[in-house]
Nanobody, 115 residues
Framework: QVQLVESGGGLVQPGGSLRLSCAASGTIFSINTMGWFRQTPGKGRELVATISSGSNTNYEDSAKGRFTISRDSAKNTVSLQMNSLKPEDTAVYYC?????????WGQGTQVTVSS
């Protein structure tokens, strides 16, 4: 049984920073792409950033220059450093990973940007 467990969400003021982390556990033979998506009420889940097994990164336009995705393949973890946060970044953030040729999602962690 493969699981993704996220941590690091919370409440932050505009302009502040948060770091999200996600750890994969279970019987893991291979991990391909890992990433972060977010969802707000009434909207679909949207991509924030992804990172391939070769550490190639891809960012949604509003995340470029403010967010940095990284992974530790030895520890099966992926992180998202979020700087210069804006109220419109408020959402539930979900970790994603392609593990053993299957897609897995974390349970979601709330990020609220508000003064």
């Amino acid at each position: 049984q493969v699981q993704l467990v996220e941590s690091g969400g919370g409440l932050v003021q505009p302009g502040g920073s948060l770091r999200l982390s996600c750890a994969a556990s279970g019987t893991i033979f291979s991990i391909n792409t890992m990433g972060w998506f977010r969802q707000t009420p009434g909207k679909g889940r949207e991509l924030v950033a992804t990172i391939s097994s070769g550490s190639n990164t891809n960012y949604e336009d509003s995340a470029k220059g403010r967010f940095t995705i990284s992974r530790d393949s030895a520890k099966n973890t992926v992180s998202l450093q979020m700087n210069s946060l804006k109220p419109e970044d408020t959402a539930v953030y979900y970790c994603y990973a392609a593990i053993n040729l299957n897609n897995y999602w974390g349970q979601g962690t709330q990020v609220t940007v508000s003064s």
